[in-house]
């Protein structure tokens, strides 16, 4: 019943700034830790970003640390998504997905989140 859909992709010129958005609808959404992932082409899924339920616990990837910034906005059941000083090689599929706030799982892995939207396509030209 839990349904997450991202949105907010698009096309962008390496060293340009783009928002993806993440909607959760079905459930209480401050009982959730929200994580992002992405999977470029002919790679695997990989961890990008996470905030905890308060918003006050954030961690990032090695790979977009000092570029991205995750946020939440409790009223209106949404994670953000800040990514600026794109690269090309930031180009893939973001998703979204929620866990429980009391799980007690490694919220960088995707298997271990319990809901996960479709996704929206990034591509950074250069």
């Known amino acids: 019943q839990v349904q997450l859909v991202e949105s907010g992709g698009g096309l962008v010129q390496a060293g340009g700034s783009l928002r993806v958005s993440c909607a959760v609808s079905?459930?209480?959404?401050?009982?959730?830790?929200i994580g992002w992932f992405r999977q470029a082409p002919g790679r695997e899924r990989e961890f990008v970003s996470t905030?905890?339920?308060?918003?006050?616990?954030?961690s990032y990837a090695d790979s977009v640390k000092g570029r991205f910034t995750i946020s939440r906005d409790n009223a209106k059941n949404t994670v953000y998504l800040q990514m600026n000083s794109l690269k090309p090689e930031d180009t893939a599929v973001y998703v979204c997905?929620?866990?429980?706030?009391?799980?007690?799982?490694?919220?960088?892995?995707?298997?271990?989140?319990?809901?996960w939207g479709q996704g929206t396509q990034v591509t950074v030209s250069s």
């Open positions: 905030i905890n339920w308060t918003g006050g616990g954030t």
């Open positions: 079905g459930g209480i959404f401050i009982t959730y830790d």
């Open positions: 997905a929620a866990v429980g706030r009391f799980s007690k799982s490694d919220r960088t892995i995707f298997r271990e989140y319990d809901y």
